[in-house]
């Protein structure tokens, strides 16, 4: 990536995701990590030494000055401190889900498009090569149904979100982003502790296709998978280990003798080996640069909040 300018970032928050984003934001070329801002001193005094960086509990001094903001604080803060951004910068990168609720949500697409900020909802399996693969399958090769499967225990530390925001937002971003629009949603979930611990969603698209999404933090097995059924082929992902396999539909031939054979074709899909938040970040730098860039923006964060209040109205 070579820019003409350096891009001034300042990333509010500090937790496991934050800490990444650090590390990444480190590592590229023509930026400059203008403050890191958390309330938690100790830790952001720990990485402030580390990096080498400037930080700040006060997230104004953080933002006066930047070119752009990344916000990785809590969910319950994404709203309020987009808002306070807006005031200095006019690129955003915001963490999944765009904001705690659907009406949050669209105040921040509206003051996005009164000030004319660029904005980049964390969407990061977008840039998984394997799903960047599978979209181009099935560009190829029409998808009839999408089945995707994400479960981990471990988020469950997540406790000011359900798994509907935490991890099914991922796949319904996903569902969207192969198949298009969603015209009809059914859906059912499990409760643990007042949050959504465990949900299923059947989408009908208005291309046709369907789609199935299972999200669950009961489980200890963490599992990433899509599994496309196609008009040609069967397509089968896990999203952990970057891996893609297709399985061509079976032919039948006689041979001389008359008998049937049956053979079908199996092949596994070489994928570029890439870090997803590495392209992620690139992608919104150079955003913030006033390049032409394909990346999940305000509305795709707005889209998949949409259907996330639709099932949690449905479980409730």
């Not at 990590?33 to 938690?40: C, E, G, K």
């Not at 933002?63 to 951004?85: K, N, Q, R």
């Not at 299972?214 to 952990?240: G, H, M, P, Y």
């Amino acid at each position: 990536m070579s820019l003409e300018q350096t891009i001034k970032v300042t990333l509010l928050g500090l937790g496991n995701m934050g800490r990444n984003h650090l590390r990444i934001l480190s590592m590229l070329k023509n930026i400059e990590i203008h403050y890191i801002f958390d309330v938690n001193e100790e830790t952001l005094n720990n990485l402030s030494a580390q990096y080498g960086v400037n930080s700040t509990t006060d997230i104004d001094v953080a933002l006066s000055g930047a070119d752009a903001a990344v916000i990785c604080s809590p969910t319950s803060l994404h709203y309020d401190h987009f808002i306070l951004a807006s005031k200095y910068v006019k690129s955003v990168f915001v963490e999944k889900p765009l904001a705690d609720s659907l009406e949050k949500a669209r105040k921040i697409k509206d003051v996005a498009e009164k000030e004319k900020i660029f904005v980049q909802t964390g969407f990061i399996e977008r840039f998984n090569p394997a799903v960047m693969e599978l979209k181009n399958i099935i560009s190829k090769d029409k998808a009839i149904n999408v089945d995707l499967t994400r479960t981990n225990k471990l988020s469950s530390r997540i406790t000011d979100v359900d798994v509907i925001l935490d991890l099914m937002i991922h796949d319904i971003d996903l569902a969207l982003y192969l198949n298009g629009p969603i015209s009809d949603v059914k859906a059912y979930g499990l409760k643990d502790n007042d949050l959504v611990a465990f949900a299923s969603a059947f989408f009908i698209h208005e291309n046709g296709a369907f789609s199935r999404v299972i999200a669950s933090r009961i489980t200890d097995k963490k599992i990433r998978s899509i599994q496309v059924t196609c008009e040609n082929s069967f397509v089968n992902s896990d999203l952990l280990r970057k891996e893609i396999s297709v399985s061509m539909q079976s032919q039948m031939k006689r041979d001389s003798n008359d008998a049937y054979i049956i053979s079908s074709i199996e092949h596994q899909v070489e994928l570029r080996p890439q870090e997803a938040l590495l392209v992620e970040l690139q992608s919104f730098i150079l955003g913030c640069a006033g390049k032409t860039v394909s990346v999940p923006g305000v509305d795709a964060g707005l889209d998949a909040l949409v259907v996330c209040d639709n099932i949690q109205r449905q479980i409730k």
